[in-house]
């Protein structure tokens, strides 16, 4: 069974240019999740899915950041404009069940640089 | 709000010897409990849990962690550590209901032969 997939691995990017992450969970899993790890710090939630709808986005830094999931399959995060403090590892992760038996599956991450 | 806490930056041992990562955690309930390993080029790996029960948890690659409520922690432990262990770890907690995982800042290991 295929894991959590991310594309790109890596990304350079100029600012104020767009970058577009893409995120396919493993297969059946209706939940999935996103964060972000800037350099030396701890990976921090970004925001949640269950099926297509956003259960809560609450650690999404500004506007500049967008993130959907179409038909409640693989997701993208959208960075526009990206600005300098935007580098860093986005990683995906999906879940099949909320609440107490909730295991969080990770894919290998885009490392994102915004020269 | 939740926090963890992982205190050491960095650790170096050698191979066959022993291996505790500290973990720390702040949580007004019971917490989840988990730690991850990122070796170089892969995703994060899920190594063990804690959600209720016997505090002393079973893990793979030979890791098990103990889950200490008095002392807030979850140190993650291995008896005899090899090559292949060198890698970045992570303890993360989860608060039930809310989906987030909040991690700390990781320990990267390296292992000397």
């Known amino acids: 069974e295929a894991g959590v997939t991310q594309f790109p691995s890596h990304s350079v990017i100029e600012k104020g240019q767009t970058v577009t992450l893409r995120c396919d969970p493993i297969s059946g899993h209706d939940n999935l999740y996103w964060y972000r790890r800037v350099m030396g710090k701890e990976i921090k939630f970004l925001l949640h899915?269950?099926?297509?709808?956003?259960?809560?986005e609450s650690g999404m830094p500004n506007n500049r950041f967008l993130a959907e999931r179409t038909g409640g399959t693989y997701s993208t995060l959208k960075v526009q404009p990206a600005e300098l403090e935007d580098s860093g590892v986005y990683f995906c992760?999906?879940?099949?069940?909320?609440?107490?038996?909730?295991?969080?599956?990770f894919g290998a991450g885009t490392r994102l640089s915004v020269l | 709000a939740q926090s963890v806490t992982q205190p050491d930056i960095h650790i170096t041992v050698s191979e066959g010897a022993s291996l505790e990562l500290r973990c720390n955690y702040s949580y007004g309930a019971t917490p989840y409990l988990f730690w991850y390993v990122q070796s170089p080029g892969q995703g994060l790996q899920l190594l063990l849990k804690y959600f209720s029960g016997d505090t002393l948890v079973q893990g793979i690659k030979g890791f098990e962690a103990e889950f200490k409520r008095s002392q807030s922690s979850f140190n993650l432990r291995k008896p005899s550590v090899h090559w292949s262990d060198a890698a970045e770890y992570f303890c993360?907690?989860?608060?039930?209901?809310?989906?987030?995982?909040?991690f700390g800042t990781g320990t990267r290991l390296t292992i000397i032969p």
């Open positions: 899915f269950v099926k297509e709808s956003k259960q809560d």
């Open positions: 992760a999906s879940s099949q069940v909320m609440g107490a038996k909730n295991i969080q599956y």
């Open positions: 993360a907690v989860g608060d039930f209901g809310n989906e987030k995982l909040t």
